[in-house]
């Protein structure tokens, strides 16, 4: 089975947010579901510079987070197009679209030819 390879979950509250995301960084995020101990991902996604500022703007949308720091913001986005494939793309996930590569750059897809 996939895995975000995250910490987690949390209740998605702004003081969980605080509480748990404790620095200014780049970074991954699932958000979803907790049932019988395990977390079902809804939506996962990316912060290219404030991770605690780009998560609480969901707070309300989902129940449950999880998240994990990365240390640039083209780690972010690989990790982001990782998760968005193994987790069934917009078959299964609520992103309806490939993730976006940022503005200016020219990174491309680790999983599949959608920027190639």
């Known amino acids: 089975m996939a895995s975000l390879g995250m910490q ?6 702004s003081d969980n947010i605080d509480k ?20 079902y991902p809804k939506y996962v996604g990316r912060a290219d510079t ?21 240390t ?6 690989e990790k982001e197009c990782k998760n968005y494939h193994d987790f069934g793309e917009s078959k299964k ?14 990174w491309t897809c680790p999983v599949c030819t959608k920027y190639d």
Do not use: C, M
Request: aromatic share 14%; no cysteine; charged share 30%.
């Open 8 to 13: 987690g979950p949390y209740d998605l509250t």
């Open 50 to 70: 404030d991770l605690k500022g780009r998560l609480k703007k969901w707070v309300s949308k989902y129940s449950k987070f999880k998240f994990d720091y990365a």
């Open 72 to 77: 640039s913001p083209k780690t972010a986005f």
């Open 20 to 39: 748990q995301v404790t620095k200014t960084s780049p970074g991954n995020y699932g958000l979803g579901y907790e049932k019988d101990g395990s977390f």
């Open 93 to 106: 996930l609520d992103n309806s679209i490939h993730p976006d590569r940022p503005d200016g750059s020219n």
